[in-house]
């Protein structure tokens, strides 16, 4: 497996920065945020440059802010369509390995997720059709079981992946969002079309801490993972005063995995 970081970790730093301070920490990969790039004012062809020569695999995380793919509001369902072919075309220009969108959730409480299901499968066969023609793979991701959503579980992701039914479309794998929920093995090895792993740790109330700071077995997750999965796995877990020295912090836990939970002291030369 391959270990990298989302670059939403150093949120306040400039995007290029943050893709030299990953490489020089020893991680393999990055996840570029749209939102980061959208603030970095950079054309993707400088992007693409400065990735091909930074030594790492690169994939790439649509926006979530107020969207909605499955809104019941016209307006924010087409603006929430919009954004995410234009990050479609972006992921293709900077020729990302992966696009992550989240899927849509319902708009009020007073709703069914039945009542969402054809959107959320119209959209969905949309957006895969699109990102075939432009060469990307897209993953919808696991969602965490919070209000609104009904993209959680084993069951949501392969009905939806069996009824849009395009190669173009597969999963990111959120073990954070696995936190509380029951048959979490059957779900990471019978996730369908895993392409890309988030990883974070997590706490009652919590999702998305550094690795270490939550209660989380994620060692055992990963044990389970890599019977089936050798590919790329991205950390999260941004926290504004862990910010800086985050990316040793985060290196030093992935080598601690590595040798078995043995403590280790990471030097970069």
């Not at 062809?45 to 994939?59: D, E, I, N, Y």
């Not at 895969?128 to 965490?144: P, S, T």
């Not at 109330?205 to 796995?233: A, F, K, P, Q, T």
């Amino acid at each position: 497996m391959q270990i990298g970081v989302a670059s939403e970790l150093l949120r306040s730093h400039n995007l290029l920065q943050v893709i030299d301070l990953v490489a020089a920490a020893g991680f393999q990969g990055i996840e570029i945020w749209v939102d980061h790039w959208q603030r970095s004012e950079l054309t993707p062809r400088r992007l693409l440059r400065h990735l091909q020569s930074s030594g790492l695999a690169w994939t790439m995380h649509a926006d979530m802010r107020d969207l909605n793919l499955t809104s019941s509001n016209s307006g924010i369902y087409r603006e929430s369509l919009r954004q995410i072919n234009k990050s479609i075309t972006l992921a293709a220009a900077i020729e990302a390995r992966v696009l992550t969108l989240h899927p849509g959730h319902m708009s009020s409480s007073k709703g069914s997720p039945e009542d969402y299901w054809p959107r959320q499968v119209e959209v969905f066969a949309r957006l895969a059709d699109h990102a075939a023609a432009a060469g990307v793979q897209l993953a919808v991701e696991n969602m965490e079981p919070r209000a609104g959503e009904f993209i959680i579980s084993l069951a949501d992701i392969q009905r939806l992946l069996a009824a849009v039914g395009r190669p173009s479309l597969g999963v990111t794998l959120d073990l954070a969002h696995l936190y509380g929920q029951e048959r979490v093995e059957a779900f990471i090895t019978g996730a369908p079309q895993l392409v890309n792993v988030h990883l974070s740790d997590a706490s009652p109330g919590c999702r998305h801490l550094l690795l270490g700071r939550g209660e989380s077995n994620y060692r055992r997750l990963l044990d389970i993972l890599c019977r089936r999965y050798d590919g790329l796995i991205i950390l999260e877990g941004y926290t504004p005063e862990h910010e800086k020295g985050c990316l040793d912090y985060l290196y030093q836990k992935w080598q601690e995995y590595l040798n078995g939970g043995r403590k280790v002291e990471v030097s970069h030369g």
